[in-house]
């Protein structure tokens, strides 16, 4: 089925191509090294934002390949025309790992009995590309003994079947100021890395925190995630952000529908907002179904420049809010992003949902059409470029 690129509600996503571009430009002159390449980490349809546009400017603006969480983005990516390396970051599964190498896809291999059963699925020459993921830490993915790690090394080595692409480690605390774990996680990596017997063009464990903060964690790859956004990967971290960054994600809506209530009229379910005196009201078509979700009441939100609350709770697709005075139908409402003097930022929205930024363009869901920006103008909508 084609993608949709035309759609008929108010309420849509605006993803600013050009404050991508410049988050990279300017983590590139951070890390100041042509030695060291740049993966834009643009898994979960790039923290919500879309894979393929995000994926096409992070290339422009010069990163050298992508990394996702599981085969099926990786495929969504290739089957988008992208052809820069891929790495997949997630387990796979032992049966798909022929699909991956027709595909030129390189995968996570964590494990010898990992390795073993992907072996069976491949052919003689496949040339699977394959990064080990040293679990130093995090606990989660990934080889824990240099035993094991050796023995993975020498069974790749053994044959055709497989080509040793790189080697990594993910962080667990270094979006932390205080660096004691993340030394002791690191220490562990380049003891790792040092038994290998040929180091792997790609040695990486650096995720964006990593990457602003610690240049020895660069190796010869970083893998940049949230702040390629225009996001700081926790509120520690803003004190010592290096430049700053642009927020890329704006959410947009338009009143729909506006009406002056009288004193003591009800507004939405559960009636729990009642006006104490005259009110306009104004309603967005804007609810939990596309991720503005239940616990957003009382956030405010923007008109005309004026930040104004969202009253009684939201509903499945809509939501109300309190107008600053009579305003007609068709007024833009601003969810996240700026409008004059006033801004929502993604992090407010996160505080208000006691989460992470991380979280908050992942879950506008995909029925809130994405249009994309770049130099002012409009070049892609929903996971489309025009062009
Ligand atoms: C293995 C791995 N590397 C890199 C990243 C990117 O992290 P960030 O978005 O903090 O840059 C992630 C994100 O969760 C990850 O899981």
């Known amino acids: 089925m084609e993608a949709q690129t035309q759609f008929y509600r108010d309420t849509w996503v605006e993803i600013d191509l050009d404050c991508l571009t410049e988050n990279i430009q300017n983590i590139k002159r951070h890390i100041a090294s042509d030695e060291v390449k740049m993966f834009a980490v643009v898994k979960a349809n790039a923290y919500g934002h879309g894979d393929v546009p995000v994926a096409r400017a992070a290339l422009e603006a010069g990163v050298h390949g992508l990394a996702v969480a599981f085969l099926d983005e990786a495929i969504s990516l290739r089957k988008g025309g992208i052809e820069a390396p891929i790495l997949v970051l997630g387990a796979s599964r032992a049966e798909d790992v022929k699909l991956a190498s027709d ?18 699925e491949l052919d003689e020459e496949a040339g699977l590309k394959v990064h080990i993921k040293c679990d130093t830490g995090m606990g989660r993915l990934g080889v824990r003994s240099v035993e094991e790690l050796k023995e993975m090394e020498t069974f790749i080595r053994s044959g055709r079947k497989f080509q040793l692409d790189g080697i990594y480690t993910h962080f667990a605390t270094a979006d932390e100021l205080d660096d004691t774990y993340l030394e002791a996680q690191l220490g562990r990596f380049e003891e790792m890395v040092s038994v290998l017997n040929e180091r792997p063009p790609y040695i990486h464990s650096s995720n964006s925190a990593a990457t602003l903060r610690k240049s020895k964690t660069h190796f010869t790859a970083v893998r940049v995630g949230i702040a390629m956004y225009g996001l700081t990967p926790s509120e520690e971290m803003k004190s010592v952000l290096p430049f700053q960054l642009k927020e890329v994600f704006s959410l947009y809506s338009r009143l729909v529908h506006t009406k002056e209530q009288q004193a003591g009229d009800k507004i939405s379910y559960g009636s729990t907002y009642e006006t104490k005196e ?20 009382g956030q405010e939100v923007i008109v005309a420049g004026e930040r104004v609350p969202i009253v009684g709770r939201i509903c499945m697709d809509q939501c109300m809010i309190s107008l600053p005075g009579p305003m007609k139908s068709g007024e833009r409402v601003t969810l996240i992003g700026k409008d004059g003097h006033e801004k929502v930022s993604i992090d407010e929205i ?27 103008k409009t070049i892609g909508v929903s996971n ?4």
């Not at 005259?278 to 009441?297: F, M, N, S």
């Not at 996160?350 to 002012?376: D, F, H, M, Q, W």
């Not at 489309?384 to 062009?387: A, E, F, G, I």
């Open 278 to 297: 005259k009110e306009w009201i104004g309603t967005v078509p804007i609810g939990y179904a596309d991720g503005w979700l239940r616990k957003l009441q």
């Open 384 to 387: 489309r470029l025009l062009s």
């Open 103 to 120: 595909f030129d896809i390189a995968l996570t291999n964590f494990s010898l009995e990992w390795l073993e059963e992907a072996a069976e």
């Open 350 to 376: 996160a505080e208000k949902l006691e989460t992470i930024n991380y979280e908050i363009p992942c879950i506008i869901s995909p029925r809130v059409p994405r249009i994309y920006i770049k130099n002012g």
